[in-house]
Every structure is written in C-alpha cells, then in structure tokens.
C-alpha cells in the first residue's frame, strides 16, 4: 500500500504523445470528406466488416450475457487497478519476466530504447501495438538510429507508404487493393514486378518480405490484448502469424502495455476471447492467439520486459463519468458502425485512436483543453450504434455528451465575450424554462414567414445556424402554435359547454 | 519518487470515490451438452469454413492418413514426445527435442510439422497448443509451412469456457483457429500469410 | 384514460399538426387528453451540446409542468424527447447534485411514452385502420430514427402500425438504421460530415420509389424534408401520426401537397381534428 493515498483526488496527469488534433475536427472532416477514393474506400470495408459481425453476434444465443460480463468485469478492473497492478507483477516477475513503469509517452519510449541497447541490436520486429502507436515508439527510436518493422499486414502498407494508420484495427482501411500494389511496387525493393492486386498475391509479397527479418531478428516489440493478473500471463491477439513470429523466435521481447488491460482472472479470458474476435474482424475466432508468462525455458525468448504504461490513464481514470473509457478491448467495432467515421475515416480524428471511442479517450487522456482535442466529442451525431455494438457496453454517446459538457464549462470565464453559440443557448435555456415565456415567443411564428421565399421555404440562415441551410432548407414557420390552438380550442368547447 | 510508486499512487487517487467492483455475472453458457459426434462435427464446420483441411479417423487409421497428408514431403518435423506410431508411415521424420532443438534455419527448411495438441473448441474451430510433449515448442508448429495437428475426440470441448477451465495457462499457449489469415486487404479475409500456410487438423475418434 | 400530451417544442412551433393529429388519434380511442400549459422542452438540445447549467432550468420545467397535472399517462410524438425525459433528466439531475429533482424526474420519465409504444403496449392497436380507420392510400417508405431505435428499443412498433394502414404502401428503406445526420447541433457544428449523411440517407429514401418519407420523430424529417427540398426532389415528409390519424373522411394531404404546405396542413389537420 502507499503511504501517499489521502482519499482525494490529486491533481490529473494527463498524456501525451500521438493523441491530439492539431486542427478542429470539423476542419480536418471537410478535407477528407471531400477525397472520393478514401470514402468509397471506407464504405466497402466498413459495410463487409458490419455485415460479418452482425452474423457472428447473432450465432450466439448469449451474447448480451457476455456483454454484460464483460462490462462487469472491466468495471471491476478499474475499481481494483491498484491492487490488480500488483498482484501482476508479482506473478509475472516470479516467473521471470521484468517489468518497467512508464508515467508517459518520454519515459516509455526511453526505456524501449535502453532495453534495445542492452540487447545489442539496431533494428527491431514489431507485432501491432496501440500503445507503441501512442507513445510515438517508431518516430523515437527512427530518431535514435534504431530501425523498427512493422510486420502486421496493415502496418507495414502504411509504414511502406510514409502515411498514418486510419483505424485501429487494419490501420490500411483507407487504402483498396490496387493502391496496396502500387505501393508495394514502390517501396518493396525485391517484389516481383508482375505482383498483381489479388489480396492473396499481396499477403504473398508481403510474407517473402518480412520472412528473413522473422528468422534474424534479435528483438521484437508487442503491445498486448490482456494480462491476468493470478498468473502474470499476457496475450496477444492476432490473424497473420507475424505475432508468433515476433512473440516466439528473438531472444528479447519487449511489450508495451497501458496499465488498464488488465483482467482479474485467467477464466476472465473465455469472456473476453468470446466478445473481441466476433467484435473486431466479425470472426468467431481469429486465426492465432499467444499466451506467455513470463519466461519458459527452451520455448521462446529467454529475455522478457514489460514496460507498464500510464500516460493519461490515470487521469481518465479520475474522471467518473468518463472513466469507462477504459474498459475498451481496442475491437474497432465502434468505428466500423458509426456514420461518422464511415465518411470521414480515421485521420480526421488526429490522435492514434479515431472513431467513437478515440473521440472519447483521446480528450480523456490529454484533458479536454490540450490542443484541438475539445473539437472530438462533438464529432457525432449522438446516434448511438457505437454503444449497441460496443462488446463491453461502453456507454459512448453518454460519455460524448459529458466531454462536452466539460468542454463548455472549461471555456466559461474564459472568454471576455461569449460566443454565437453560448448566447443561444442561454437565451433559449431562460424562453423553455417556462410554458409561459415558450408561448410569447411562438406568438411571434408569422414573422417566420418574413424570411422564406414565396415556396415558404427558409433558405439562408445567419452565424452558427448557416450550416443547415448549406445543404438544407427549413420550412417556413405555421401561423398558428400548438400550444395557441389548444388554448383556443378548449376555450372554445369550455364556453360551449358553458353555454 | 520511483515510477512504480508514482503511478500506483496516481491510480489510488485516481479513485477517489472509492467505486464498488461489482460481482461478476456469468450467466453465459459454460457447457454445450454435445456428444462427441456433434463435437467432432461442429469442430469439423468451423474449420473447413476457415479453410483448414478436416480428416476424422479411428486411431487405426491416423498413420495411413498422416502419411497421405504429408506425401511429396522430403522432411517434416515432430516434436519430441509424439507418439511413434502416428508418423510410422510418413518417411523425412525430423525429431525437436528439448536436448537437441533445430535451429530456425533447421525449421524454416523442413516441409512440414506435425504435432499433437492440449484441447481444442468446436464452436469456434480453435486447437490449442500447451507445449507438452507431442506438442512442442511454440516454433516448431509455426516456421514450417504446413502443420499437420492431431486432435483426439476427447480432448474436444463444445465452448471456449469448457476448454479454458482445464487447461493451465502457466504453460506457453497458442490458439489456432486455421491457417494464418489476413483480413487488411479491404477486410476480405485471405488465408496464408506469415503462420503456416496449410493446416490439416486429423481428428481421432475415440 | 386520461393522457397527457408533451407536444414536444419543435411540433408545438413548427409542425402543430403533428401534435393535433396525436390529440385525434387519443380521442378517437375514447381517451381524454390534457395539455400540460406549462410545458416548454425536454432540454435535449442543451443537454446534448453540453450546456448542462442551462438545461436544468428547462427539465425542471418539464418536471414541474408534468407533475402539476393529473394524468394517468403521458405521452409525446418522439422518441428523442421521450428518451431525453425517460434517460437523461435523472442523469442530469444527479450530475449536478439535486437528488430531489432527480426522483421527480425519475417518477416523470417512467410515466411518460413515445406515441407507438403507447398506442402498441398501452392503449392495444394493432391494427390501424380497423381500430382507428386510419387511410392513407400511398407509396410510403419510413425511417426509423436513432433515438427511438437504440434508446427506447421501439423496434417495429412504428413500421408494424404503418402496414396496418388502409391503403399504405409501406417501401422498405434500405439501410434504415443509419442515422440520418441531424443530432441537433451537430448538423450545425460538423455540417458537412451531417450534409454526407443526409444525402446517403436521401439516396436511400429516393431509392425505395416512395413518394413519402415518414417517421416518429420531427427533428429528422425537417432533416431529412430540408435535404429533399434543397436537392429538388419530388418526396415529402410527413410524422407517422398524422398518417395513423388520416381517414377517408378526414385526409391527411397526400404527398404532393406537403411540400411547403404548412399553412394548408394546419387547416387540413384541424379540420380533421373537428
């Protein structure tokens, strides 16, 4: 236990890393709504992957119920993630492994460095990781004379390529097959030359690639899907086999995890491995998946990190209403349904984790004031299919609306003159605070008329309510209220009965 | 202040409301009351559809059927422990054993691998791998291209909790659920990437 | 059965035929209704944006107007508000700390039903035109929207009540659960992901060859009706009340007189409410 505990909240760490927007989402959404390629793109691959889950969800006659213990036991996780932490690492050091903390993205990624050095080597194999993508590891170490290949299918296209991941899952989704071609005839020095855009031919080109770097390389880095804290185990989640790779043959592994994936239990897992691969590829199960604990002699590497990483999880965590966040098990199911992302993709969103949730966790983990990142939770239509397809039943919309709230109430004071926006709201809170106030104002509808044209259309609105009619017209306004002909009515039947 | 305590710290403050870890329900099916046909036929399914090649076979018949599996094979792998008998008639036997491990080089140019396996999950199609004897170490049933995997009829659960509750995950664990696969390319699932290209699980009748 | 009618603030000033057609629709089925007076707004649109200080006035108006009435149930023509008074108002309640509000707004919420949840589970219609004579021969197709899908899990209630109108021709919608872009302020704040939306959405609709577009809730299909008549399309809007409450003897305007229609419809409605 630590001594320092007083039962208060402290002051929050936020993170750091690649999790901000460096423009308004509404900015950076119109520059990709506006690429053709991209949306058809994102339109085919999220409308297969939708239909996939959809059918593998439904073969299951108790997926709520895993749903929902899913969502128990992540909400258990946080409310012991202190003790859960420890218990961990006791497990995992027992059998050898050794662990590292990292406050944030800096730290982490000097310790990744250092653990390099020690093992001797200047290029390392990476398995997929979120966390190595947050903390910006391929960037530093790039940096640092240190050359990192990503060995995932998706990662290496978009690494090949000199571009950002769009999405957490197949980080290629804004890419279709014959731009994977052509980037592969590009960038991959010994590709055949007739390589033809069949995904087969591609996997193919993509295996003679990385298959000597497999065989030879030293060092690998992982993030990981879950750790049990009873055993010390850890688990990665994968389809390629570059994770067995990457996990099996180097003599050191070093894995990259934030402190929140953890699970009490090892029968925690039959939940888990039941909800994501149905989640995330619409699989019932997903070709491999790797158990370690820590060291075993003779099988597999013999050096074993694990560099714990806060970087704004803490700080997500101090929020209560935001702190479910954390539960998510990095699916993409959130991404794959929802509107917005499906038109916008995943760059638009700035930080390493797009979509719903990253539009949730990315300003949890800064705060909601660092950069851009305020502009995210906006970044809906509140229409909730995230939340329906979540597996572990992270309330998104809810959350979006508490970001936003935390977002006006950040900017209250701040502002010697309140925007478009504030006024408005203010206003209309003081008219439909009363039925009485509500009513005087709709005795002034005919005026509506005054601003639609002869068809009794509105077709151009002032200041922040131009966006509609952008696309949109408004019809022009009745003569009548409501609220003023029931009033009339039933004066009417009263003096009737009266009479 | 070490970074250990520094989080740890953080994360206790972090909860400051002292939220309750509610009771885990688990009111999802943790049995699936097949008999071992329907195990054997399910497992079978969710195989083939994951584009592995199925055989079911009485224990008389796996070495006639491995050495099938395996013809044009100039070497294959076994992992020490394998029953004999399994592999008799398939000649190119290369045994992995803790004493005398192949290098990758080794793995990487042998044609195939055969191994036994820990459980497997019908409903899923998953074989696991526990690496006890006959099973090997975690890069034997991956480097070489083909992997021919017995399953015994017993070892086959209905559900992944049934599989899960008897196995011990100390030991090094891999799930697999067909041949590698990759779903990058537009999300259209395409077998055969970095893992073994080929897979035939043998199923053995009890 | 004495019912009272949340008219909702965008159907009480813009769409009041919406709200007259639910009143004729009650009191056909022999129920009284009552017009809470103090009523304004659930205070979605502040919740929603975030301006949650500016939204506790308006929801303890709505608590205060509701309890001020006898009634045995309330009702509103939409799933949005009614998920607002059902979900949100406790929420808000407990969010700023005001136990007291949030238990009459908890004890508001769970009195208070979307019009077919009430009309289906309540009030036992299943059949429109036998039970209410509801006529409105034309090609419709209908949009379920978000709120009233994944919130209040109204799943059929909507479509089932349409096909039982005499005459309807009911188009299925294709992709009909995506959001059709409106979320309030978002249409304003992120207008061109929402304009995206809303012209997949129109793409969809003008695809099932229907000449009309319904649904359950007014903020939609003034979404919707303001993308169709700014594209030129021939395809009108119309709330799936004011179809339940069209009879032969008292029409609701067929599509081709919706569009920009309001001062007709009003007459129109309130004859049929005569």
């Given at each position: 236990m630590s001594s320092t505990y007083l039962g208060m909240p402290g002051v929050p760490v936020f993170g750091s890393g690649n999790l901000h927007t460096a423009e308004p989402f509404p900015v950076a959404a119109r520059r990709e709504l506006d690429n053709e390629q991209l949306r058809a793109n994102l339109g085919h691959a999220t409308h297969t992957i939708r239909d996939k889950r959809l059918r593998v969800v439904a073969e299951l006659p108790d997926w709520e119920e895993l749903r929902e213990a899913g969502s128990a036991t992540k909400t258990a996780v946080m409310a012991?993630?202190?003790?859960?932490?420890?218990?961990?690492?006791?497990?995992?050091?027992?059998?050898?492994?050794?662990?590292?903390?990292?406050?944030?993205?800096?730290?982490?990624?000097?310790?990744?460095?250092?653990?390099?050095?020690?093992?001797?080597?200047?290029?390392?194999?990476?398995?997929?990781?979120?966390?190595?993508?947050?903390?910006?590891?391929?960037?530093?170490?790039?940096?640092?004379?240190?050359?990192?290949?990503?060995?995932?299918?998706?990662?290496?296209?978009?690494?090949?390529?000199?571009?950002?991941?769009?999405?957490?899952?197949?980080?290629?989704?804004?890419?279709?097959?014959?731009?994977?071609?052509?980037?592969?005839?590009?960038?991959?020095?010994?590709?055949?030359?007739?390589?033809?855009?069949?995904?087969?031919?591609?996997?193919?080109?993509?295996?003679?690639?990385?298959?000597?770097?497999?065989?030879?390389?030293?060092?690998?880095?992982?993030?990981?899907?879950?750790?049990?804290?009873?055993?010390?185990?850890?688990?990665?989640?994968?389809?390629?086999?570059?994770?067995?790779?990457?996990?099996?043959?180097?003599?050191?592994?070093?894995?990259?995890?934030?402190?929140?994936?953890?699970?009490?239990?090892?029968?925690?897992?039959?939940?888990?491995?039941?909800?994501?691969?149905?989640?995330?590829?619409?699989?019932?199960?997903?070709?491999?998946?790797?158990?370690?604990?820590?060291?075993?002699?003779?099988?597999?590497?013999?050096?074993?990190?694990?560099?714990?990483?806060?970087?704004?999880?803490?700080?997500?965590?101090?929020?209560?209403?935001?702190?479910?966040?954390?539960?998510?098990?990095?699916?993409?199911a959130c991404m794959n349904v929802c509107p917005v992302y499906e038109r916008t993709g995943g760059h638009a969103y700035g930080s390493t984790y797009p979509g719903p949730i990253g539009a949730i966790l990315s300003p949890l983990l800064t705060g909601i004031t660092s950069e851009e990142n305020a502009s995210l939770p906006y970044a809906s239509s509140l229409c909730g299919a995230c939340y329906d397809a979540c597996p572990v039943k992270i309330n998104i919309p809810e959350i979006l609306v508490h970001l936003r709230s935390e977002d006006v109430q950040s900017r209250r004071g701040t502002k010697k003159v309140p925007g478009q926006m504030d006024v408005a709201m203010k206003a209309a809170s003081w008219v439909m605070g009363s039925g009485r106030r509500m009513a005087l104002v709709e005795k002034a509808l005919p005026l509506g008329k005054l601003a639609a044209g002869p068809d009794r259309k509105i077709k151009k609105l002032p200041g922040v309510a131009a966006g509609w009619t952008r696309s949109r017209d408004l019809p022009a306004p009745p003569t009548q209220s409501f609220r003023d002909w029931w009033a009339k009515e039933h004066e009417q039947t009263a003096s009737k009965e009266q009479a | 202040m070490s970074a250990r305590t520094e989080i740890l710290d953080r994360l206790r403050s972090a909860l400051h409301d002292a939220p309750e870890a509610p009771e885990i329900p688990r009111k999802y099916r943790h049995t699936s009351g097949m008999n071992e046909a329907e195990l054997i036929e399910l497992l079978r399914d969710r195989l083939l559809d994951y584009k592995a090649g199925v055989s079911v076979v009485d224990e008389a018949s796996v070495p006639a059927r491995v050495a099938e599996l395996l013809a044009g094979t100039a070497s294959y792998v076994v992992p020490a422990g394998l029953d004999a008998r399994w592999t008799a008639l398939a000649p190119g036997r290369v045994v992995d054993s803790p004493e005398e491990p192949l290098s990758v080089e080794e793995l990487d140019g042998a044609d195939a691998v055969v191994t036994g396996s820990a459980a497997a999950v019908a409903e899923t199609g998953t074989i696991i791998l526990d690496g006890s004897p006959g099973q090997g170490r975690r890069a034997c049933s991956l480097i070489p291209d083909h992997h021919v995997c017995l399953v015994r009829a017993g070892d086959i659960y209905g559900v992944l909790p049934e599989a899960v509750r008897r196995l011990d995950v100390t030991h090094p664990l891999t799930w697999i659920s067909g041949p590698s696969a990759t779903s990058d390319i537009e999300l259209q699932r395409v077998e055969g990437v970095h893992g073994p290209r080929r897979l035939d699980v043998v199923i053995i009748r009890s | 059965m004495k019912i009272a009618l949340f008219a909702t603030c965008i159907v009480d000033a813009m769409y009041p035929s919406t709200a007259r057609a639910t009143v004729s629709i009650l009191e056909r089925l022999g129920h009284d209704v009552v017009f809470p007076a103090g009523q304004a707004c659930c205070g979605q649109m502040h919740l929603n944006s975030g301006y949650f200080p500016e939204a506790v006035p308006v929801v303890r108006n709505h608590v205060e107007a509701f309890e001020a009435e006898e009634y045995d149930v309330a009702v509103a023509p939409s799933g949005s508000c009614v998920a607002s008074v059902k979900h949100q108002h406790a929420m808000l309640a407990r969010t700023v700390g005001d136990a007291d509000l949030e238990s009459r707004a908890t004890a508001v919420g769970v009195r208070t039903y979307e019009l077919s949840a009430l009309l289906t589970d309540v009030l036992g219609v299943t059949d429109a035109a036998a039970q209410l004579g509801s006529w409105y021969p034309h090609r419709v197709t209908y949009h379920p929207s978000c709120h009233g899908m994944r919130l209040l899990r109204l799943g059929d209630r909507q479509a089932d009540l349409l096909r039982s109108v005499e005459g309807l021709q009911l188009e299925p919608l294709p992709e009909a659960d995506q959001c059709c872009g409106f979320g309030g302020t978002f249409s304003l704040k992120n207008a061109d992901v929402s304009s995206a939306m809303l012209a997949d959405k129109n793409a969809n609709i003008a695809a099932t060859g229907a000449q009309l577009c319904t649904g359950g809730d007014a903020s939609c299909l003034m979404h919707i009706g303001g993308g169709l008549s700014r594209e030129g399309s021939s395809i009108s809007t119309l709330h799936f009340a004011e179809i339940l409450a069209s009879t032969r003897e008292h029409p609701a305007p067929p599509p081709d007189a919706i569009r920009g229609r309001t001062r007709n419809a009003a007459r129109l409605a309130g004859k049929a409410h005569q």
């Open positions: 012991r993630l202190p003790e859960l932490l420890e218990e961990f690492e006791g497990n995992f050091t027992a059998r050898g492994g050794i662990i590292h903390w990292a406050r944030d993205a800096a730290e982490a990624n000097e310790i990744v460095r250092e653990l390099i050095r020690d093992a001797g080597a200047d290029e390392v194999v990476k398995v997929k990781s979120m966390a190595t993508q947050e903390i910006g590891l391929n960037e530093y170490l790039e940096e640092q004379g240190i050359s990192a290949f990503e060995t995932d299918l998706a990662e290496l296209i978009v690494q090949l390529d000199h571009d950002k991941p769009s999405h957490i899952l197949v980080p290629a989704i804004h890419k279709n097959r014959s731009q994977i071609r052509d980037i592969f005839l590009r960038e991959m020095p010994d590709v055949d030359p007739d390589l033809t855009d069949t995904p087969a031919r591609l996997a193919e080109a993509a295996r003679l690639h990385l298959r000597r770097k497999f065989l030879s390389a030293k060092v690998a880095i992982s993030g990981a899907n879950f750790a049990l804290a009873d055993t010390g185990t850890l688990a990665v989640v994968e389809s390629e086999g570059n994770g067995r790779m990457c996990l099996t043959l180097p003599e050191t592994l070093i894995t990259v995890m934030g402190v929140e994936k953890l699970l009490p239990s090892w029968t925690d897992l039959e939940v888990f491995m039941q909800l994501l691969p149905r989640s995330s590829t619409g699989e019932r199960m997903n070709p491999y998946t790797s158990l370690w604990t820590g060291v075993t002699e003779g099988d597999g590497p013999q050096n074993v990190h694990l560099v714990l990483l806060d970087n704004g999880r803490s700080a997500a965590l101090a929020d209560e209403r935001g702190r479910s966040a954390l539960h998510c098990i990095r699916c993409s | - | -």
